[in-house]
């Protein structure tokens, strides 16, 4: 698995790349499935389903887990709710008011919001500063990268593994569709660190299992410094996030059964 | 009587609804049987029940708010059935059709307290364009499962089917009708009862049609998990549907388990 999908010009040959495209994503299916399935058939099988977050082992590994930095926490969601209001074209005249209206409408975790309401003055008005630079910066990228006023937000993958109690669950930030295919952006508000390339090769495999369609690219974009890396989807780039996705599900499987 | 299993991809949905055999018919027996069991239910408001109560078989354990997940659907949709007819160019001039027509009617006073459109015109401008955007997310979801379609309409609501002499209306999902399918997008990823879902769809399709023309396919897609059921038309399955209503009515307390 090492090819890359390009875009070809005439129909015929967009026939050609559409068939190699449903022969990869129906084989990268068909190892998934047939992965997943021996490592369930080789352990005791878990009560209920075993959901995989495919950006919690990232988590796990490099980024502060929810409890212990409630700010950066809070910085996150609120951040992310500014994405339709940019794309919308409102102006962000006081992003901190704004991405909490947003938010309350997306219907956010009660614990988040109870952690919202439990800041006291000094780390609301942080929070409030915080939001607004990020937002700036935000504001800035979209613009940069050429993201439409129509691009889907938050997209959830909620992807059962057929005949296992496995399913792969993760949202991405933005996808819209670009001239050579589908595009995403993941939207941190950390540095880009070297866990966002595992972010972006697990969101290209959630939408392939997802859509059917092989993303044209993987992208991340901090709101933290502005940076922003783009990563060409490969049959490579599914081929390691799927080796990946399946050790997680074997440790996690290893841990439902101990 | 089996229910099919598809991955989602380019042009997958409409392989499923390609015409096949002869659509069967509800006899007048099915809509009389589930009077008769239903008719004297003793339910002290109007009940709705659907593919929702059947899959769940308990009453939704918050009361129902509006919010982007939930009025995504209902503004997704209208503008969908504007953006097929023609009167809408593209996709964004018609959702911004639909909410002009909503904050319209909560304007002058036609909308009543809790509908969308009372709920909309509270919201300021980001609280909207959240919406808004998940609505245009759902829509084209929705359109990229015509992809390969060669025609298909989008219904402005869901049937509704009222049982005689009863309390309780039947509800069906429909998202995308094409000359003999029916297609319901649903959020999330189907559960084990899903496919006794499609039956109770497919049995309001049936009830609610003029002649009792039952759909020959009704597909159940779940973007988000990237799968789509096919349910095959039969009658055999409506009745089946019918037996998942009745026991949903008596796990809500609508009608008496059988003797």
Redesign the interface.
């Known amino acids: 698995m090492s090819t890359r999908i390009d875009e070809p010009a005439t129909d015929t040959s967009r026939r050609e790349r559409?068939r190699a495209e449903?022969e990869l994503?129906g084989a990268v299916?068909a190892e998934l499935v047939a992965r997943v399935r021996h490592l369930v058939a080789a352990g005791p099988r878990p009560e209920g389903t075993v959901a995989i977050a495919l950006g919690a082992d990232v988590g796990a590994r490099g980024v502060v887990p929810i409890g212990t930095a409630p700010l950066a926490q809070l910085r996150g969601a609120l951040v992310a709710?500014?994405?339709?209001?940019v794309?919308?074209g409102?102006p962000l005249r006081d992003p901190f008011a704004?991405?909490v209206?947003?938010w309350?409408?997306?219907?956010p975790g009660p614990a988040l919001l109870a952690r919202l309401r439990a800041l006291d003055a000094e780390e609301r008005a942080r929070l409030r500063a915080d939001v607004a630079g990020h937002a700036r910066t935000l504001a800035r990228s979209l613009v940069e990268l050429g993201v439409p006023?129509?691009a889907?937000?938050?997209?959830?993958?909620?992807?059962?593994v057929?005949s296992t109690p496995v399913?792969l669950v993760d949202t991405l930030d933005l996808v819209w569709s670009g001239p050579i295919g589908p595009q995403l952006l993941d939207v941190t508000t950390s540095p880009l660190g070297p866990e966002a390339a595992t972010l972006r090769s697990r969101h290209a495999l959630a939408w392939t299992?997802?859509?059917?369609?092989v993303p044209h690219a993987s992208a991340s974009v901090s709101t933290a410094t502005g940076e922003h890396v783009a990563d060409d989807v490969r049959a490579s780039t599914l081929a390691g996030a799927l080796d990946a996705v399946v050790a997680q599900v074997a440790t996690q499987l290893a841990g439902a059964g101990a | 009587m089996s229910v099919d299993?598809v991955?989602?991809?380019?042009g997958?949905v409409a392989s499923l609804v390609l015409p096949e055999g002869d659509p069967e018919i509800v006899p007048p027996t099915l809509p009389a049987a589930l009077a008769r069991r239903l008719g004297d239910s003793r339910a002290d408001r109007r009940q709705t029940l659907g593919a929702w109560s059947v899959e769940r078989r308990t009453a939704p354990a918050n009361p129902f708010s509006w919010?982007?997940?939930t009025a995504r659907r209902a503004l997704g949709r209208g503008a969908l059935g504007r953006l097929v007819s023609g009167e809408d160019a593209t996709?964004?001039a018609a959702l911004a059709h639909v909410l002009e027509h909503r904050l319209d009617r909560a304007a002058t006073g036609y909308a009543s307290v809790g509908s969308l459109g009372a709920w909309l015109a509270r919201?300021?401008?980001?609280?909207r364009?959240?919406?808004?955007?998940?609505a245009?997310?759902w829509a084209?979801?929705v359109l990229?499962l015509t992809h390969q379609m060669s025609s298909w309409s989008a219904p402005e609501a869901d049937a509704y089917y009222a049982i005689d002499r009863s309390r309780v209306t039947l509800r069906g999902r429909r998202d995308i009708v094409t000359a003999r399918s029916l297609i319901c997008v649903r959020a999330?990823?189907?559960s084990a009862s899903a496919g006794a879902g499609l039956r109770v769809d497919l049995l309001v399709a049936g009830l609610t049609h003029p002649a009792g023309v039952l759909p020959t396919q009704v597909v159940g897609v779940?973007?988000?998990?990237?799968?789509a059921l096919r349910l095959r038309g039969s009658l055999a399955d409506a009745r089946r549907g019918a037996r998942y209503v009745l026991a949903a009515a008596v796990a809500a307390g609508v009608a008496a388990a059988a003797a």
């Open positions: 559409r449903s994503v299916r709710r500014l994405i339709p209001v794309l919308a409102i704004q991405a209206s947003a309350r409408v997306a219907s006023t129509g889907r937000i938050s997209q959830r993958c909620v992807i059962p057929v399913i299992l997802r859509t059917g369609r | 299993l991955y989602l991809e380019p997958a919010s982007a997940a996709l964004g919201l300021d401008a980001p609280g364009a959240t919406v808004m955007s998940a245009r997310a084209v979801s990229e999330g990823r189907p779940w973007p988000d998990a990237g799968l």
